[in-house]
T-cell receptor, first 113, second 110 residues
Framework: EAQVTQNPRYLITVTGKKLTVTCSQN?????MSWYRQDPGLGLRQIYY???????DKGDVPEGYKVSRKEKRNFPLILESPSPNQTSLYFC????????????FGPGTRLLVL | GQQVMQIPQYQHVQEGEDFTTYCNSS?????IQWYKQRPGGHPVFLIQ?????EVKKQKRLTFQFGEAKKNSSLHITATQTTDVGTYFC??????????FGTGTRLTVIP
């Protein structure tokens, strides 16, 4: 089944404790991205990757890192999480860019205390 | 920053009534996509509009792209409880810029 998977689905952590949210897609998509969703703000892009070893900042990249060592995986790293990073995070992929259908993962709900 | 505005933020309708959500961009869009997110779920692609003035239909859903390619609308005829969710537009302004609207949360009262 074609899908985007994220882990963990739920996470409670404390300020400053490094964490990684994994994202994997099995559709051989070149393009992957991360969004955060907050009430009243919709979906805001954090980082995106056009292909392996190619990443770029989205609208709200501060406090986040990403890597794209393999085509299928695009982990989101919070080196030192802060409470303002409490949010619902979605990973998405598409065949070749933002002009094509975005396939979203199930989401990761993060609470930073 | 945010370049695609979407209204209304919330809409409550009686089952059977129509519903419309609107998206407006300050800049010309190369294309616009629409997504639906069910409560507790993730956004799911509905449709993409590319041409100026384009109108597409999916059963009770009608999507329009403005002549100037700066606005778009989604209209649902005779809403059903299965239509509940948040509807997002997403406008592309360049090769790597896709901006999501803030979404319209639709509640359908049986």
């Amino acid at each position: 089944e074609a899908q985007v998977t994220q882990n963990p689905r739920y996470l409670i952590t404390v300020t400053g404790k490094k964490l990684t949210v994994t994202c994997s897609q099995n559709m051989n998509h070149e393009y992957m991205s991360w969004y955060r969703q907050d009430p009243g703000l919709g979906l805001r892009q954090i980082y995106y990757s056009m292909n392996v070893e190619v990443t770029d900042k989205g609208d709200v990249p501060e406090g986040y890192k990403v890597s794209r060592k393999e085509k299928r995986n695009f982990p989101l790293i919070l080196e030192s999480p802060s409470p303002n990073q409490t949010s619902l995070y979605f990973c998405a992929s598409s065949p070749a860019g933002q002009g094509q259908t975005q396939y979203f993962g199930p989401g990761t709900r993060l609470l930073v205390l | 920053g945010q370049q695609v505005m979407q209204i209304p933020q919330y809409q409550h309708v009686q089952e059977g009534e129509d519903f419309t959500t609107y998206c407006n961009s300050s800049t010309t869009l190369s294309n616009i996509q629409w997504y639906k997110q069910r409560p507790g779920g993730h956004p799911v692609f509905l449709i993409q509009l590319v041409k100026s003035g384009e109108v597409k239909k999916q059963k009770r859903l009608t999507f329009q792209f403005g002549e100037a390619k700066k606005n778009s609308s989604l209209h649902i005829t005779a809403t059903q409880t299965t239509d509940v969710g948040t509807y997002f537009c997403a406008g592309q302004t360049g090769a790597n810029n896709l901006f999501f609207g803030t979404g319209t949360r639709l509640t359908v009262i049986p």
